[in-house]
């Protein structure tokens, strides 16, 4: 299916603030590159990261209001931070305002925030752009994590989930179980290389 992505980006302009902004043309322009490397779709990429944060900028209230309306589940960790629901809802309206039909492109939008075990490549790419794209300053080993992103994207996934649970664990309230799950599983996938390595070496 084919997208109008000026179209897309004038509207979700219009509902975010100039830094948001800055932020959803990085996520695109970093998801293109990341697909580009893992033989992704390239047009899923660009909208998937277009569209990622189109729910960010709306109050909590309202979004927990708009999740109640459209029968969207809200877990106790979301009510507490309803920040949280931004992407659940953010796949909603991609789906009913932007008439975006692929179910992999909803799903990046869908975990781009909290992860999940098992993640697609497109699920990764989105949560990875999100994280590592140029706007981006703040977040801990940023530099090596950008590196890792390019040739083992799986690795970069966990390293990504170690550092966010390491901040998250300072606040509990935000850390969504999911985020758990998906640690575990990366975790799990560096262990088994880690063993893998060691054994080719002996």
């Given amino acids: 299916m084919q997208y109008d992505l000026k179209a897309f980006a004038k509207k979700v302009k219009k509902h975010q603030e100039k830094e948001r ?11 293109a590159a990341l697909a580009m490397a893992y033989g992704c779709d390239l047009e899923k990429a660009r909208v998937a990261g277009l569209l990622h ?3 960010k900028c709306i109050p909590d209230e309202k979004k ?3 999740c109640e309306k459209n029968k969207i589940e809200i877990s106790e960790i979301e009510a507490q931070a309803p920040f949280l629901l931004h992407a659940k809802l953010g796949a909603f309206l991609a789906k009913e305002k932007y008439q975006v039909e692929e179910e992999e492109i909803l799903s990046s939008i869908r975990w781009h925030t909290t992860g999940k075990a098992d993640m697609t490549m ?6 990875i752009a999100d994280y590592i794209e140029p706007n981006r300053e ?12 390019f040739y083992d994207i799986d690795e970069c996934m966990y390293e990504i ?3 966010t ?3 998250l664990g300072k606040n509990p309230k935000t850390l969504d179980p999911e985020t758990k799950d998906a640690f575990e ?4 996938l560096h262990e088994t290389k880690q063993q893998e390595k060691k054994e080719s070496a002996l």
């Fill in 64 to 66: 927990i209001k708009l």
């Fill in 138 to 149: 703040k977040a801990p080993n940023l530099a090596k994590i950008r590196q890792t992103a």
């Fill in 53 to 55: 944060d189109c729910a």
């Fill in 185 to 188: 599983f990366y975790r799990q």
């Fill in 161 to 163: 989930l170690r550092d």
């Fill in 165 to 167: 649970l390491e901040y």
């Fill in 21 to 31: 902004y800055e932020h959803t043309k990085g996520v695109m322009y970093t998801a």
């Fill in 122 to 127: 497109l699920e990764k790419i989105i949560y």
